[in-house]
Structure formats: structure tokens, C-alpha cells
């Protein structure tokens, strides 16, 4: 796995206004730190250094309290992803590791991001960017080393069962289009397949009837003969089943991609 390492600062305050008095005024102390845009790629471990300073740019001891970075989609400005930083034993100095899953959040692209520190009693407070008390930066997320697809989720239907497995919506990454495509394997089938959606956090219900889901989508199959039938719908949610509704056969298998 190719890793890549940079640095960046914050700085960690008490939200007061400085002042500077010269013998021709006296004006507020708000200089720019930090105004460069921060850089990730996709597909590597991306190991980003954050280093935290007072207005003295003296390191801070933050072993105490959990940091915390949050994306925004700048065009929606809703919440895509939030990554906890690591603690690196070095005072002042803590890392964001981008990997894995957290592509599936993070599609190429300039994000705004913000962090926040949590102390021992839980109260969030904000980490600012630069001496305007600005806590938003740019972060851009590339594609020049890969561009990595969600992986297929599949269901064999070993059991016989009229209802599939729950399977993974599209979460917190909230695309735009919110596509996703099925396919639904038959054998002999003839009846209807709904396709449902549920905005439950926790794992829904199951039940047949459970207000935990609504059905968005549903498939009419006629001819018995037809093995397979491909079905492309939109929504936004956090997970996804299918409820067939046979006359004759069975439905013997359920692919989602999303």
C-alpha cells in the first residue's frame, strides 16, 4: 500500500479578539495561518499532519480531547463523512487517516472541512483555521491514483424466503442522484417484487409489515420463462430489501449495486 505524509496547522484558542496598539492605532490582530488547500488522494493512505497552536503558535497538549474532521459538500452543505483524528504522542501534533471505507464517502472532488475538539465532559468546541476565527479550509480529494467502484452486494436466497437481506443503501453520502441497480434472479417466477427503503439508523424491523420500510419501486413478472430482470431506482436511504410476492416460482438471488 502506497502511503502519503503531509503537514498542515491549526490553531486552538479561547475566541478572543486581539488587539495591537501602535502609535497610529489600534486594530485587530487577525492574520491569515493557514489559507492553502489541503490534498488527499483516492485509493492511497493519505496520513495528514495537523499541528495544534495557541495565538503564540506554541504546541498545545491535546492528548485529553477527541478531534474531530467533518466534510461538507459545499454545494448541498450537507454532512458527507467525519473522521476522528490520531494522537501521534508528539505534543501538539495529531493525523487524519484517509483509507478504505472512507472512500465510499469521499468521491473525487473540493470539500469544505472543519475540525472540532471534544474535551472529557463532551462539549465540542471549535478549532480555527486562521486568526479571523475562520474554522472552514478547502480539502480536495483527487482521482489521480485510482478510482475505486462500491463493492456488489449479493443475496442468495438459500432459505426459500419471500424477503431479502437488508442490504447497505447509500448512507451519509447523500449523491446527488442516489442511484442504485438491482438485479433480481429468478426461477419459474410469476408475481410482484417490491423493492423498499428504510431511513432507520439501527436495524430495521423485519416484519412483513414493519412501518420501518416503504416501498418505492415495484416489479410486475409475467412470463415464468424470464430468469433475470435488471432495475435501476433512485433514493436516498440507509438500507434497501427486496419482498417478492410470487404465484409460482421463486426468486433465487438478489444483486445491488449502489
Known sequence: MISTLSSNTLYWYEDIINLVFTTAAVYVD??????????????????ILFNIRNRDRKLQNVASKTLTVTFVDPETHRHVHSKTLEDTLDLGKVM????????????????????????????ERPLYSNQDNDMRFEFHI???????????????????????????????????????????????????VAIQASLVNDIPNAGLLSTDWVTVNTL?????????????????????????????????KIQLRN
Open 96 to 123: 487524519l487517516v484517509l483509507e478504505g471505507d472512507d472512500w465510499d464517502y469521499l468521491a473525487d472532488g473540493t470539500y469544505w472541512a472543519h475540525i472540532t475538539q471534544t474535551d472529557l465532559g463532551q462539549t
Open 30 to 47: 487577525n492574520r491569515t495561518m493557514n489559507p492553502r488547500q489541503v490534498k488527499a488522494h483516492r485509493g492511497l493512505t493519505n496520513e
Open 220 to 252: 410486475s413478472l409475467a412470463n415464468a420463462n424470464i430468469t433475470s430482470v435488471t432495475e435501476t431506482f433512485s433514493v436516498n436511504c440507509n438500507w434497501i430489501r427486496f419482498v417478492a410476492a410470487p404465484v409460482t416460482g421463486l426468486v433465487t
Open 142 to 192: 483527487t482521482d489521480q491514483a485510482a478510482s475505486i467502484c462500491n463493492v456488489t452486494q449479493e443475496w442468495d436466497n438459500d432459505a426459500n424466503s419471500n424477503i431479502s437481506m437488508n442490504f447497505n443503501g447509500n448512507g451519509n453520502q447523500n449523491f446527488a442522484s442516489s442511484t442504485h441497480t438491482a438485479i433480481v434472479y429468478t426461477e419459474d417466477f410469476t408475481g410482484e
